[in-house]
């Protein structure tokens, strides 16, 4: 049976972007021309329709008002005690704080969770499950073996137009937009589509099984909602976000050719930007971890060049992604038993600067594109004018030649009104991204710290939120700290589950340093520690 589906939106050139870097522009320049890319230059490679580029793995998506008044109904069936890969958490617990995740995205995405035990109940809740999946729009099925189970599902679920199973028994089958995908042997979560209707519709809806695929491998807690936001834009409703990184055909080649024609010819002809141009084409468009480290890999002053002319100067794509103002995240309000002020806030981003030639190191982050690299350090200080004030990270990038290499930032930081919150700003690769972060809380000793943020790439279209978890060695806090930890992760709509922890082990010899005639702390007084009398040599 060939995959039948609604048409989606024209696939686009291919388009990605992370936080540090701008790979959207690199990725594009192609080097063959496709149909619906009039500015391609790349060889022809697997794409991903333009309904689903704008939100990447590990991309948060910028809240939405719903497009329309009818919500989307999912209903999630996992195994009962069943264990995810996310350092062991229960599906159930996963599938619940997903929940959570998708109102952030739209208020009007409501899914329910439900254990498969309850397959085998009659009592109410069975009733209501029941009466649950006749509504539902999607049911996504997770880690259920139990055959009792599996044939319950397919008895009772043939009037719901999409499911998607994953970690399931083979039995099981995927459906989107009303036709069922068929396995033939082994390879991603669904299996290959049996399309005999080479129509560009089938066509799309491979795209669509193989970016859920990809996503879902991954396992973190923003590609399952990812997986569920693509399965929703293709075959129930467009997602506002996920139509954000659009092509506008001629009107865009135009723009690039009129405005940016030397830089796209530099970038062209030098080796170092058409290397990053063809390792981004063969990055996944959901994988901002490859897409960063093609940049990182091939960094030049050319590339930024075409990035800030196509992209920050004349906005050839026509973006404007904003910062996502959900979830709420308060900072902290008194340090030390004082109110935290404004100068105290700035010394608490200082750190352990002056003592250490560090303010802080990370020891794990949320976002998995992002807060993973090994070996990163913060550096934070006052700059030589009056009010000023600076944020530089030190991370390592692995190179597509198999180099360990280090890249630095340079960030402005500006106060908020509110002591703890702060915008900030850094021009990196050629395009501007603005932040807002927010000390969430930081131990009086100083042992430990959270700091969430929210930011935007405004002309790349891309909107995305983090939280690092910094201490002065980069070791994790101790087991007395844990309960203030677990709870200042939950007042930014974390679990400690969704942690990436940072390898902190071969850090030798970073670029660290601050300009001379840079001040540090203010107001706190940061004491020499015995314990950490030997992180210098860290």
Request: charged share 20%; proline share 6%; glycine share 6%.
């Amino acid at each position: 049976m060939a995959l039948e589906a609604p048409l989606l939106s024209k696939p686009s050139t291919r388009l990605s972007l992370n936080r540090r870097v701008i790979p959207t522009a690199a990725a594009s320049l192609q080097l063959h021309r496709e149909p619906h890319s009039p500015f391609s230059f790349a060889k022809a490679t697997r794409r991903i329709p333009t309904t689903m580029l704008a939100a990447k793995a590990g991309a948060v998506t910028e809240p939405v008002t719903p497009v329309d008044s009818t919500p989307v109904r999912i209903v999630a069936l996992v195994g009962t005690d069943s264990v995810s890969p996310l350092k062991g958490t229960p599906w159930e617990d996963v599938m619940l704080h997903t929940v959570k995740r998708l109102k952030w995205v739209d208020e009007g995405y409501e899914m329910l969770v439900f254990t498969d035990d309850i397959c085998q109940s009659n009592d109410q809740n069975a009733v209501s499950f029941g009466m649950e999946l006749q509504r539902a729009d999607i049911l996504v099925i997770v880690a259920v073996t139990n055959q009792e189970s599996v044939e319950w599902i397919q008895t009772n679920s043939g009037n719901i137009g999409n499911i998607i199973c994953f970690d399931s028994s083979p039995e099981l089958q995927n459906k989107l937009g009303g036709s069922y995908i068929h396995r033939e042997g082994k390879g991603d979560i669904f299996g290959k589509i049996f399309d005999t209707d080479k129509s560009k519709r089938s066509s799309e809806s491979m795209e669509v099984v193989q970016t859920v695929s990809q996503a879902w491998e991954r396992h973190n807690s923003d590609d399952i909602r990812f997986c569920l936001l693509v399965i929703i834009n293709g075959y129930i409703r467009p997602v506002p976000s996920l139509q954000n990184l659009r092509s506008k055909g001629l009107s865009t080649l135009s723009c690039m050719v009129k405005n940016c024609g030397p830089q796209i010819l530099n970038c062209l002809l030098d080796p170092n930007c058409r290397k990053a141009l063809q390792c981004l084409n063969e990055c996944s468009p959901v994988d901002q971890v490859c897409n960063y480290r093609c940049i990182a890999s091939y960094e030049s002053p050319v590339l930024e060049a075409f990035s800030l002319c196509v992209l920050q100067k004349h906005n050839c794509l026509g973006l404007d992604a904003k910062i996502p103002d959900k979830p709420y995240v308060p900072p902290m309000v008194k340090f030390r038993g004082k109110d935290l002020c404004h100068e105290t806030a700035e010394d608490l981003f200082v750190g352990w600067l002056g003592n250490l030639d560090w303010s802080w190191r990370v020891v794990a982050g949320q976002n998995p594109a992002y807060d993973q690299f090994p070996c990163q350090y913060q550096l934070f200080y006052r700059g030589k004018a009056k009010g000023s004030f600076w944020y530089e990270p030190v991370f390592q990038v692995k190179t597509l030649e198999g180099k360990m290499v280090w890249r630095r930032r340079k960030y402005r930081v500006k106060r908020n009104k509110v002591p703890g919150t702060f915008q900030f700003s850094v021009l990196d690769n050629g395009v501007v991204s603005n932040e807002s972060w927010t000390i969430v809380d930081v131990a009086d000793d100083l042992s430990w710290g959270l700091f969430y943020y929210c930011g935007a790439a405004r002309v790349a279209g891309q909107s995305y939120t983090g939280a690092v978890l910094v201490s002065p060695d980069g070791a994790y806090p101790n087991d007395v700290h844990r309960s203030r930890l677990v709870s200042a992760l939950e007042n930014c709509g974390i679990k400690e589950w969704e942690l990436f922890t940072v390898n902190n082990s071969s850090c030798a010899n970073p670029p660290l340093g601050i300009p001379e005639g840079s001040r540090l702390h203010s107001v706190i007084e940061v004491k020499d520690q015995k314990s950490m009398s030997g992180l210098a040599e860290v």
